[in-house]
């Protein structure tokens, strides 16, 4: 039986390279794109472009941490890749012959590094956020308003939620610190910009981002909700805020 496997890769030209859309997926199903610059002749540097490195970054994940450094040196023997510490890629050089191979190689060890927030992901976080889309699609469907999810907003700032008002309202679920500071950037840009949107973060707990950092959000975002122990006035808190907008 003949397997046609090339139709499932995309191939685009870009300045100077090329970029491939692979079959391989990010946990929120994001194809993996890999990328070809030459570098003169048959001489190639193929890299996922620090793709798989911004993920882990907007999902809390120290890229820099003993963990994912101890699985970067394995990641380099086992794949024969490079990590360019500064730029966060992976990447190799090699000839025009090897470039099928490579683009398959540097999917894989994208595919897999994107695998360390699965793993680090706790219950309570996981259950957080379903909880919260839950209560977000309660919320849009009683104040009848249309909703969607990870959506861009400014910049390269993603909403989990953005309620599609006169003034749209995003909401970003901020499991951890990191994640509260985007929203905090995400307002920022949006001030500076004059963008309408209004920006809501919700955090976990005031005790997991920390009491000096929550405090400081309720001045760089429009508002910030606790959502343990606080699930219904926060819901109750999003239809006033819709219905006034």
């Given at each position: 039986?003949?397997?046609?496997?090339?139709?499932?890769?995309?191939?685009?030209?870009?300045?100077?390279?090329?970029?491939?859309?692979?079959?391989?997926?990010?946990?929120?199903?994001?194809?993996?794109?890999?990328?070809?610059?030459?570098?003169?002749?048959?001489?190639?540097?193929?890299?996922?472009?620090?793709?798989?490195?911004?993920?882990?970054?907007?999902?809390?994940?120290?890229?820099?941490?003993?963990?994912?450094?101890?699985?970067?040196?394995?990641?380099?023997?086992?794949?024969?890749?490079?990590?360019?510490?500064?730029?966060?890629?992976?990447?190799?050089?090699?000839?025009?012959?090897?470039?099928?191979?490579?683009?398959?190689?540097?999917?894989?060890?994208?595919?897999?590094?994107?695998?360390?927030?699965?793993?680090?992901?706790?219950?309570?976080?996981?259950?957080?956020?379903?909880?919260?889309?839950?209560?977000?699609?309660?919320?849009?469907?009683?104040?009848?308003?249309?909703?969607?999810?990870?959506?861009?907003?400014?910049?390269?700032?993603?909403?989990d939620a953005l309620f599609l008002t006169e003034k749209p309202l995003a909401?970003?679920?901020?499991?951890?610190?990191?994640?509260?500071?985007?929203?905090?950037?995400?307002?920022?840009?949006?001030?500076?910009?004059?963008?309408?949107?209004?920006?809501?973060?919700?955090?976990?707990?005031?005790?997991?981002?920390?009491?000096?950092?929550?405090?400081?959000?309720?001045?760089?975002?429009?508002?910030?909700?606790?959502?343990?122990?606080?699930?219904?006035?926060?819901?109750?808190?999003?239809?006033?805020?819709?219905?006034?907008?």
């Open positions: 039986m003949a397997l046609d496997l090339c139709k499932e890769l995309r191939v685009k030209a870009i300045s100077g390279g090329f970029l491939v859309e692979t079959p391989f997926k990010y946990y929120d199903h994001d194809s993996v794109v890999v990328f070809g610059r030459n570098q003169g002749g048959n001489r190639f540097r193929v890299s996922d472009n620090g793709d798989a490195a911004e993920r882990l970054s907007f999902d809390g994940v120290d890229v820099g941490s003993e963990r994912i450094g101890r699985w970067l040196a394995e990641a380099k023997a086992h794949f024969g890749i490079e990590w360019d510490a500064e730029g966060q890629e992976f990447w190799v050089e090699c000839d025009a012959s090897e470039l099928a191979s490579t683009v398959f190689r540097i999917a894989e060890a994208a595919t897999q590094l994107q695998a360390m927030t699965v793993t680090r992901e706790s219950h309570r976080e996981s259950t957080f956020k379903s909880e919260m889309l839950s209560i977000l699609r309660e919320v849009a469907r009683e104040a009848n308003v249309d909703m969607r999810f990870d959506v861009p907003v400014v910049s390269h700032f993603i909403a909401i970003v679920l901020a499991p951890t610190k990191d994640r509260l500071m985007e929203a905090e950037l995400m307002w920022s840009t949006i001030q500076r910009t004059g963008d309408p949107t209004v920006v809501y973060a919700v955090v976990e707990s005031v005790e997991k981002v920390g009491r000096k950092e929550h405090e400081r959000a309720a001045f760089y975002t429009d508002k910030v909700l606790p959502f343990v122990g606080y699930a219904s006035e926060l819901r109750q808190s999003l239809l006033t805020s819709l219905r006034s907008h």
